[in-house]
């Protein structure tokens, strides 16, 4: 199963998210996001550990626990949407944007 943890102290890193959530059970991954930009954490980041029983019982036990003096927030992960593909015209149909053009 995939957790998903928000409200991330931005000292947290991989490790310690993995550290976290190690005494529930096997995890397969632990993952703070960081931004690409600067190299920084976001504040969130995933776990994903096998057995789905020792998933949910740390979800429940973490979900609302201070963890590095922040309130973390602790849910299953819900599946990546497909993103619509992106219009460079937005719609507008082309043209020059209408009205009477005098030269």
Known sequence: MNIFIA??????????????????????????VMDRMTGKSKGYGFVEMENNEAANKAIAELNGAEYDGRTISVSEARPREERPARSFNNNRGGGYGGGRNRY
């Open 7 to 32: 409200g991330l102290s931005y000292n947290v890193n991989d490790a310690d998210l993995q550290d976290l959530f190690q005494e529930y059970g096997e995890i397969t991954s632990a993952k703070v």
